[in-house]
């Protein structure tokens, strides 16, 4: 919709996950670093967790399309706390056969696992959304990675999931497990300074102008979404369209304060005060200190900023409204705007006079600024009406004039 406006090859916020448009914050980078350790030295278990929509499954894509060829790799995205953990490994590395019952399941991949060993080749499973995962199931999990002798790791584990996931893996019940895990990150949302990168970040690989939002619009980004990737994808997203709506060359605060407030009347888009931070029971460590904390800049949530407005003047119809063009012509023709700025007529003494009225004295300085104050903001009134509907005019004959040469 907005992507030709912008000059862009593609929408640059979506949401689903692209690990072409993974930023590397320090955060993530750490994370991805971390993976990649210990896969190398073959670390049994790895967890890696975070908040909602704050990337991990856009980073895990992002590693496997790095792993080498020697590695064989199974995924599974669909977990639930009663679904059968060695049925849904059957599938995810695809085994031969069909899927029987689970002594059977556990032989057939058990087998895999040794001849993917003698071909000098790894295998690594990776759970996505494993916070759904009951203790069963996890500590099913455990044992199967049993089959690992000597020094060397038939069968490499990646779990990935919300906060949840350590709340259980914290359990009692849950040592074994708990002692096993090698590499252990939580990813936080991005503080301001990573806010502002990451919105020229994917506009830039989208093919437009990094500097597209403004360094107030990309505060109020921050401040209305926490610094969470997937939230900020959705507010920029709809502050672009906003921007295509007012034919607007740069996104501002305002526009960005328009959308947010719109998407937060309507229920599902959180308002600063619903986001809340990562606790310190979760991560081991009292929350970082963001840009808008240390740089002077508004408190990012607490309490919230006010929204910015856009200024009246900025506002104009839709540029797809087809009744356009008829409405904006029909608009009352007014005087040029030069005649606008001209004094105010005065009556001169002489004529006067010949009315039969003694003439008045000149007008004193003081005497004269009162009528042109009490003018001015009439006058600004109107050169802003007259400036508006030239605007609409011209805004309105471009499209037309597009729309026409893409027709023709």
């Not at 190398?40 to 894509?61: E, S």
């Not at 080749?121 to 759904?132: F, T």
């Not at 074994?176 to 991005?190: G, I, K, M, N, S």
């Not at 004193?364 to 003018?375: F, K």
Request: net charge positive; proline share 9%.
């Amino acid at each position: 919709m907005y992507e030709a406006f912008f000059g862009l090859r593609e929408k640059p916020f979506s949401i689903v996950p692209d690990p072409g448009f993974l930023y590397p914050s320090r955060k993530h980078s750490l994370a991805l670093a971390l993976l990649e350790y210990g896969l190398m030295n073959q670390a049994g278990f790895n967890v890696i967790t975070g908040g909602v929509g704050t990337g991990k499954t856009t980073l895990i894509r992002h590693l496997l399309s790095r792993l080498d060829q020697d590695v064989s790799v199974g995924l599974i995205s669909n977990t639930h706390p009663t679904f059968d953990l060695m049925e849904w490994i059957h599938y995810a590395f695809a085994l031969d056969g069909a899927p029987g019952g689970k002594a059977a399941t556990f032989h057939r991949f058990v087998d895999f696992l040794v001849d993917q060993y003698a071909r000098q080749r790894r295998s690594v499973l990776i759970i996505d959304e494993a916070q759904n995962m009951s203790p069963a199931t996890l500590e099913e999990l455990r044992m199967l990675s049993n089959v690992n002798v000597d020094k060397d790791q038939m069968l490499q584990v990646i779990l990935v999931g919300q906060a949840e996931l350590r709340t259980t893996l914290r359990r009692p019940d849950m040592v074994q497990f708990a002692q096993r895990v090698a590499v252990d990150y939580h990813l936080r949302p991005l503080e301001c300074e990573e806010t502002h990168a990451y919105i020229g970040h994917r506009i830039a690989l989208a093919g437009g102008d990094p500097t597209l939002f403004e360094d107030a619009a990309c505060d109020v980004v921050h401040a209305q979404t926490g610094g969470v990737p997937r939230l900020i994808n959705l507010l920029c997203d709809s502050a672009l369209v906003y921007a295509f709506a007012d034919q607007a060359r740069c996104v501002t605060a305002g526009l960005v304060g328009d959308a947010a407030r719109d998407r937060q009347e309507g229920g599902l888009f959180p308002t600063p005060a619903n986001l809340g931070a990562p606790s310190a029971s979760v991560t081991g460590a009292p929350p970082a200190t963001s840009r808008a904390e240390t740089v002077k800049r508004p408190a990012a949530l607490d309490p919230p900023p006010p929204l910015p407005r856009r200024p009246p003047a900025a506002s104009s119809p839709p540029a797809y409204a087809a009744h356009t063009r008829e409405r904006v012509h029909a608009l009352p023709t007014t005087a040029p705007q030069a005649s606008l700025a001209a004094p105010l007529p005065r009556a001169s003494s002489a004529t006067q006079s010949r009315e039969g009225r003694p003439p008045r004295a000149a007008p004193t300085a003081d005497a004269e600024r009162g009528p042109r104050r009490r003018a001015a903001p009439a006058l600004a009134l109107e050169a802003k009406r007259t400036g508006l509907v030239e605007r609409l005019r011209g805004a309105v004959g471009t499209l037309m004039r597009k729309r026409d040469a893409g027709a023709g």
